[in-house]
Structures are given as C-alpha cells and as structure tokens.
C-alpha cells in the first residue's frame, strides 16, 4: 500500500481542520514543523466538510482548504462532502 499526504500553513485556520481529520483518520501521522502542518496516511485520507463545521461552528467549504494548503500527495477525488486522497490501483 502507498501513502499519501497532505501539507497546511500553521496557523489559526488550520488547527481544526488538522483536529478534524485526525479525528477521522486514526491511521493518520501528524508531521509538525515550524510553518508547516503534514498529514501522511497509509492507503487514503478522508477530510469531510460536516467534521470540520462541527469544529468551527459555521458552514464550511471544502474549496476554503485552497487557501492554506501547501501540496498533497495522491489520486484527488472531490465533491461537495469530501476531499479524498488515495492512490488509484
């Protein structure tokens, strides 16, 4: 099986996107540096919008995730619910 990661900005945004999807994905390794939050996981990682407005309190789209992401690794399959990273076999 192959991994897959996903890289944040460190900041005030990115701290309850980061808890939601180690809340959803205990396979998941936190990689914490400096200016930079790294997510790898074995197989695939599952960010899912609903476990992040639980977080924040608000309406949540999975398009914000742009906005501080730095790169991810992997095979992308999006929708309005999820943001998933996997390696197509």
Known sequence: MSKVFIAFQTNEDT???????????????LDEQPAMVKIDAEGELVIKRE??????????????LQVNLITISGHLDEDDDQFKLSWLN
Do not use: Y
Request: aromatic share 4%; glycine share 4%.
């Open 51 to 64: 476990s992040i407005e639980e977080l924040i309190g608000r309406d949540f789209d999975l398009q914000e």
């Open 15 to 29: 701290r309850p996107i980061i808890e939601a999807i180690l809340a959803d994905n205990p396979h998941a390794v």
